[in-house]
């Protein structure tokens, strides 16, 4: 299988894709450490768009573009929300002829798809309201280094059904990881993707307790995220 162009969520790539991509983390994070430099990116720029706020993502991926020999372009309030100042086909096809690729750290998950649509050049999913794959794979990536193989290991995800935990199920289906998913009642993913969930063998709950009880990996996320501040003391007392 070809492996895709842009890294904008997990289903779209193969299981073979993602293992040989987590092979070739684990290569550079260990040449990294015996002081091995390469540049793969050398006269490579790239840009990135970050219409929510971040410091890790943002952080990570400006130390890894600098790491692989690539130029790192911050486009923030200065370039205006995706679609706003003009079509986002018309951005993703100027911005192509300037750079290199694109991370992008947008809402919805239509905003991305359609810039990676028109874009001519890489797009990677930095995060959207519907799903993290960096956050997903560096986490299963942690977990690798960890027990030395996914098979037959189970992670449980305790907290909001949200993007990062979306993720986290496609990746767990493509590496041969078991997930449960325990989330309070009125935070538990749509029925349809419960069901496309149990259908792979993982299984959703709605206490820790069960959730939790033999797992290899406990796994949580914060109670509010960005743009549910006034959910916060409403989401304190049910998650807690």
């Given at each position: 299988?070809?492996?895709?162009?842009?890294?904008?969520?997990?289903?779209?790539?193969?299981?073979?894709?993602?293992?040989?991509?987590?092979?070739?983390?684990?290569?550079?994070?260990?040449?990294?450490?015996?002081?091995?430099?390469?540049?793969?990116?050398?006269?490579?720029?790239?840009?990135?768009?970050?219409?929510?706020?971040?410091?890790?993502?943002?952080?990570?991926?400006?130390?890894?573009?600098?790491?692989?020999?690539?130029?790192?372009?911050?486009?923030?309030?200065?370039?205006?929300?995706?679609?706003?100042?003009?079509?986002?086909?018309?951005?993703?096809?100027?911005?192509?002829?300037?750079?290199?690729?694109?991370?992008?750290?947008?809402?919805?998950?239509?905003?991305?798809?359609?810039?990676?649509?028109?874009?001519?050049?890489?797009?990677?999913?930095?995060?959207?309201?519907?799903?993290?794959?960096?956050?997903?794979?560096?986490?299963?990536?942690?977990?690798?280094?960890?027990?030395?193989?996914?098979?037959?290991?189970?992670?449980?995800?305790?907290?909001?059904?949200?993007?990062?935990?979306?993720?986290?199920?496609?990746?767990?289906?493509?590496?041969?990881?078991?997930?449960?998913?325990?989330?309070?009642?009125?935070?538990?993913?749509?029925?349809?993707?419960?069901?496309?969930?149990?259908?792979?063998?993982?299984?959703?709950?709605?206490?820790?307790?069960?959730?939790?009880?033999?797992?290899?990996?406990?796994?949580?996320?914060?109670?509010?995220?960005?743009?549910?501040?006034?959910?916060?003391?409403?989401?304190?007392r049910d998650f807690q």
């Amino acid at each position: 299988m070809t492996t895709p162009k842009n890294f904008i969520a997990l289903e779209e790539w193969s299981s073979q894709g993602l293992r040989e991509l987590l092979v070739l983390c684990a290569r550079l994070k260990s040449e990294l450490k015996q002081g091995v430099r390469r540049s793969p990116l050398a006269g490579r720029n790239i840009g990135l768009i970050f219409e929510k706020a971040s410091l890790r993502t943002r952080v990570s991926f400006e130390v890894g573009i600098n790491q692989l020999g690539g130029a790192a372009i911050v486009l923030g309030d200065m370039a205006g929300r995706l679609g706003e100042r003009e079509p986002i086909a018309d951005f993703a096809r100027v911005a192509s002829r300037y750079v290199d690729g694109l991370v992008v750290r947008t809402y919805g998950e239509d905003i991305i798809k359609e810039l990676a649509r028109h874009a001519t050049v890489p797009v990677i999913n930095g995060l959207t309201d519907g799903s993290h794959p960096c956050q997903a794979m560096g986490d299963v990536f942690t977990l690798l280094e960890r027990w030395g193989s996914l098979e037959g290991r189970t992670l449980s995800y305790i907290g909001d059904s949200n993007n990062v935990c979306h993720s986290l199920l496609q990746a767990a289906v493509k590496l041969g990881l078991k997930m449960r998913v325990a989330s309070p009642r009125g935070y538990e993913f749509p029925e349809a993707l419960q069901k496309w969930g149990r259908d792979q063998g993982f299984e959703f709950f709605d206490r820790p307790e069960p959730a939790a009880e033999g797992a290899d990996a406990l796994y949580t996320d914060v109670w509010t995220s960005m743009g549910q501040e006034k959910e916060k003391a409403q989401r304190l007392r049910d998650f807690q």
